[in-house]
Every structure is written in C-alpha cells, then in structure tokens.
C-alpha cells in the first residue's frame, strides 16, 4: 500500500511541476500544437497519478487483492511510457516517440480493467 500511494504522490508532484514548466517555461518556446502534446502528456499523468493514489486506498480494505498492485504496476507503466513518449515528442520532435504512446495508452487501459477485476473478485 505504501509503494503506491509514494509513487502517486511523487508523480503528483512532478504533474504539476510538468505542467507549469510546460505553461511558463515552453509557451514562447514550443510552437502551439507540440505544446499541446505536451499538456496531454501532462492531463494523463496527473489523473494516473491520482489513480495510484487509488489503488493505496483500495488496498486498505482489500489487501490481499494481488490484481490491485498488478493495475497500479501498469497505470505506472502507462504514466512512462504514455506522458514520458508525448513528453519527449513535444520538446524534441522527434516522431519516434509517437508509436511508443498507444502502447502506454493500453497499459492504461489494462491497469484499469485489472483493478476493476480484483475488486470485483473480492466483492
């Protein structure tokens, strides 16, 4: 429980230095559509964060639920890969970067799927 609700403080508190380094810091720097990617990136990570801070809090009363921690392994995954390729992609414009961001999106995706399914497991 105490792992999860680290690392979604943690990656709380570099969202919101992300995010106002991406509003004060890149406005006059990025052109509008990468600092765009940019905020995306950000949104993502922030609501992902809160979601880790969720599966701490899940965790409380179902601490034998072994799914908890697997989904929250992935919303950190999908934070890295998803916010970490729309980061890079926006500050180097380098496409690269791009095809690595759906595969962040699915460990999303998943990682909600598989809290959803140990929770209802213990119901």
Do not use: D
Request: hydrophobic share 60%; charged share 5%; glycine share 14%.
């Amino acid at each position: 429980m105490k792992v999860f609700a680290m690392l979604g403080a943690i990656n709380m508190a570099l969202g919101v230095i992300l995010g106002a380094f991406g509003a004060h810091g890149l406005k006059e720097k990025l052109a509008p559509q990468a600092l765009n990617i940019f905020q995306t990136g950000v949104q993502y990570h922030i609501y992902h964060a809160l979601g880790l801070i969720m599966v701490a809090a899940l965790l409380v009363p179902y601490p034998n639920a072994g799914g908890l921690r697997t989904g929250g392994w992935l919303l950190l995954a999908g934070i890295i890969l998803f916010s970490g390729s729309l980061y890079l992609l926006a500050l180097t414009g380098i496409r690269w970067f791009g095809p690595i961001t759906p595969i962040g999106g699915a460990c999303f995706i998943i990682g909600w799927l598989w809290i959803f399914w140990a929770v209802l497991k213990e119901l």
